[in-house]
């Protein structure tokens, strides 16, 4: 079955380094690749998303390309911020109606000043 | 309001109890999810309801019994809890599209802000 595999955490960074998180998928079909965010106390919020090989998502500094050739969504930021410190989630989609999304297990990552 | 919502952000109770977690979208999606968050597991999809019928149901055990009444409303019914069922309870909804045709059909998911249910 579908499944999604990304980078285990914790992840702890300074402010204003450099981010990635790696995020590789297997599929059955041809899935809609997203990066979820959870910030302390809530539920998940979109970050970004891509729809087809080549795509790149991006959203508040942070981007992903969709890499069909290697089947993965690497997220990456140039600079990160104390704010960003969550719990950040690749996620699947099968181009279906009614089929839900498919997680990785999450990468918590903590940014000290 | 707007968004999802969900009541009550903490629950705790013992086995024996019966409770009831509710969720509420403002967005007019025709799809409602509820996930579990356990701590270093993946969210793992419990149910899902389509247009108010259930087209998804992964296995949960029947202590958890949802209700779908329309379209804006989720309820998931609690009854003889474990331990292992503490958890965060995620709700979500989306608008599915109607059909299969374009290239750029996702589902994209709306979360609340979850219930953390602790059972003793």
């Known amino acids: 079955g579908d499944s999604v595999t990304q980078m285990e955490g914790p992840v702890t960074l300074s402010e204003e380094a450099c981010l990635t998180i790696n995020c590789t998928y297997t599929a059955t079909g041809y899935p809609s690749l997203f990066w979820y965010v959870q910030y302390p106390g809530e539920g998940l919020q979109l970050l970004l998303k891509a729809t087809k090989a080549d795509d790149k998502g991006s959203n508040k500094g942070f981007e992903a390309t969709y890499r069909k050739e290697t089947t993965s969504f690497h997220l990456e930021k140039g600079s990160v911020q104390v704010s960003d410190s969550a719990v950040y989630f690749c996620a699947l989609s099968e181009r279906q109606a009614g089929t839900a999304l498919i997680f990785g297990k999450g990468t918590t990552l903590s940014v000290s000043s | 309001e707007t968004g999802v919502t969900q009541t009550p952000r903490h629950l705790v109770m013992g086995m024996t109890n019966k409770k009831s977690l509710k969720c509420e979208q403002h967005l007019g999606h025709n799809a409602m999810y509820w996930y579990k968050q356990s701590a270093k597991k993946p969210l793992e999809l419990m149910f899902v309801?389509?247009?108010?019928?259930?087209?998804e149901n992964n296995s949960v055990p029947s202590r958890f019994s949802p209700e779908c009444p329309n379209s804006s409303h989720l309820f998931l019914h609690l009854h003889t809890l474990q331990p292992e069922d503490s958890a965060l309870y995620l709700c979500a909804s989306s608008q599915l599209p109607p059909g299969l045709a374009g290239g750029s059909i996702y589902n994209e998911q709306f979360f609340g802000p979850g219930t953390r249910l602790t059972v003793l």
């Open positions: 309801y389509s247009l108010e019928e259930r087209v």
